[in-house]
T-cell receptor, first 115, second 114 residues
Framework: DAGVIQSPRHEVTEMGQEVTLRCKPI?????LFWYRQTMMRGLELLIY????????DSGMPEDRFSAKMPNASFSTLKIQPSEPRDSAVYFC?????????????FGPGTRLTVL | GENVEQHPSTLSVQEGDSAVIKCTYS??????FPWYKQELGKGPQLIID?????GEKKDQRIAVTLNKTAKHFSLHITETQPEDSAVYFC?????????????FGAGTILRVKS
């Protein structure tokens, strides 16, 4: 398996533009997580899905952020409009079905820079 | 909600020495404690984990200990090697009835000097 796939790996955009980050989880995993990593705030959970349904979006910073999972093999995180403070590395992770002790497998991340 | 504190923020050791990273958690309902290693330019990767019914777990040069009463757990790396240099994160999670969220510590930058 190729692991969790994220695209693009790097994104540079200007303030006000729409940004879409993409994720393909590991086949057979039914949990998908979106994280944001910054020096100031560390690794923050933004939202997670189970069987394509959003379960907890309490970490989504504001209405400018939205996430979708239209099917088991694809998810997007959209920021519209983007702001410089959104600059961070965004990770997608997935895990096996059920259980309390399941390893989360992280993708390589998307480094977002908003100018 | 759960809060995980991690110390130290940076740790520098000589190759061959041991390294210890400590974490405390706030919610006694947490019962799963994984440790992740993040190398430069990559996503975090699980290296070891421990469940609340176990006090210690070892895997070659790494070990994790858990003190449920004090609500703290530690990562021990023995005979450190340059390839151990990375950022290490501890995390805590409650049972499935509370959802499937990991709460991460702030991370420790480990530098192994050769």
């Amino acid at each position: 398996d190729a692991g969790v796939i994220q695209s693009p790996r790097h994104e540079v955009t200007e303030m006000g533009q729409e940004v879409t980050l993409r994720c393909k989880p590991i086949s057979g995993h039914d949990y998908l997580f979106w994280y944001r990593q910054t020096m100031m705030r560390g690794l923050e959970l933004l939202i997670y899905f189970n069987n394509n349904v959003p379960i907890d979006d309490s970490g989504m910073p504001e209405d400018r952020f939205s996430a979708k999972m239209p099917n088991a093999s694809f998810s997007t995180l959209k920021i519209q409009p983007s702001e410089p403070r959104d600059s961070a590395v965004y990770f997608c992770a997935s895990s096996f079905p059920t259980g309390a002790y399941n390893e989360q497998f992280f993708g390589p991340g998307t480094r977002l820079t908003v100018l | 909600g759960e809060n995980v504190e991690q110390h130290p923020s940076t740790l520098s050791v000589q190759e061959g020495d041991s390294a210890v990273i400590k974490c405390t958690y706030s919610d006694s309902a947490s019962n799963y404690f994984p440790w992740y290693k993040q190398e430069l330019g990559k996503g975090p990767q699980l290296i070891i984990d421990i469940r609340s019914n176990v006090g210690e777990k070892k895997d070659q040069r790494i070990a994790v200990t858990l003190n449920k009463t004090a609500k703290h757990f530690s990562l021990h790396i023995t005979e450190t090697q340059p390839e151990d240099s990375a950022v290490y994160f501890c995390a805590a999670k409650k049972g499935p009835e509370y959802g499937n969220k990991l709460v991460f510590g702030a991370g420790t930058i480990l530098r192994v000097k050769s």
